[in-house]
């Protein structure tokens, strides 16, 4: 068995210092964008398997997505995670038809909005968070 010299362990050893390149900065809207998607993206695939193979995930899935909601919910406050689960998870229907969703401000008319992206619906509240006249109920 060959012994080895540890007193020579690391004289030829040379060591240059990495670059390290400064990663972008993610937003916290691209954030928000990405986690919309792929929580969307799950709904979808879980009643393709439902439609398709007859095998029903969200009984499995449902403390995953109550997990999530609840940290949407910490992050976001209440009126804002229900407007962002009703993105995901009822803004479709079944063929893929998208609802609008009606917003009532006081002393103006109703508004419908068409929700058809995440970066949309950042920006609505975005602009909700502003407005101080908003009907919640």
Do not use: H
């Amino acid at each position: 068995m060959k012994k080895f010299n540890l007193n020579n362990f690391g004289k030829k050893l040379k060591v240059s210092q990495r670059s390290i390149q400064k990663q972008p900065e993610v937003t916290e809207k691209e954030l928000f964008v990405e986690t919309v998607n792929m929580l969307y993206e799950c709904w979808l695939r879980s009643n393709a398997a439902y439609e398709t193979f007859k095998i029903n995930l969200l009984e499995y899935e449902e403390k995953y997505f109550q997990v999530i909601e609840n940290l949407i919910l910490v992050k976001y406050g209440t009126w804002k995670t229900e407007i962002i689960l009703w993105y995901i998870f009822a803004r479709e229907d079944a063929e893929g038809n998208i609802a609008p969703l009606i917003l009532q401000i006081k002393e103006k008319e109703d508004e419908e909005v068409l929700l058809e992206t995440p970066e949309q619906l950042w920006d609505l509240l975005e602009r909700l968070n502003n407005e101080s006249d908003l009907n919640f109920e």
